[in-house]
């Protein structure tokens, strides 16, 4: 059975910074991509970053680029959101999500595709709440 928790999230001020763990179990990263993403109040859920299982492959939206880091530690099936600088519009709902790894063929090499569509996400945690005060 799969599960995937979410925790780290709390209230900070504008500038400051949080971590977010992504606790997995029921899967194996060696074929999976594990993607975060946020919900803010009365917005649709959007996707920030995602990252190979196998060989930690990143990827980020224009969003989250310099500021947000994503890593994994396979050995612990648990991946991390690094968040720093944060701004008020960061404020959200944040999400874990794992998918199958989706390959795509570059001069006969098989490349990770990165996604932050939801829709390439099949399992999904309940999430943690992050508040950004200015």
């Known amino acids: 059975e799969v599960h995937i928790v979410e925790s780290g999230g709390g209230l900070v001020q504008a500038g400051g910074s949080l971590r977010l763990s992504c606790a997995t179990s029921?899967?194996?990263?060696?074929?999976?991509?594990i993607g975060w993403f946020r919900q803010a109040p009365g917005k649709e859920r959007e996707g920030i970053s995602c990252?190979?299982?196998?060989?930690?492959?990143?990827y980020y939206e224009d969003s989250v680029k310099g500021r947000f880091i994503i890593s994994s530690d396979n050995a612990k099936n648990t991946v991390y959101l690094q968040m720093n600088r944060l701004k008020p519009e960061d404020t959200a709902v944040y999400y874990c999500?794992?998918?199958?790894?989706?390959?795509?063929?570059?001069?006969?090499?098989?490349?990770?595709?990165?996604?932050?569509?939801?829709?390439?996400?099949?399992?999904w945690g309940q999430g943690t709440e992050v508040t950004v005060s200015s």
């Open positions: 999500a794992a998918g199958t790894l989706q390959l795509h063929v570059v001069e006969g090499r098989q490349v990770f595709l990165p996604t932050t569509r939801a829709r390439h996400y099949k399992y």
């Open positions: 029921g899967f194996s990263f060696d074929d999976v991509v």
């Open positions: 990252i190979s299982g196998p060989d930690g492959t990143t």
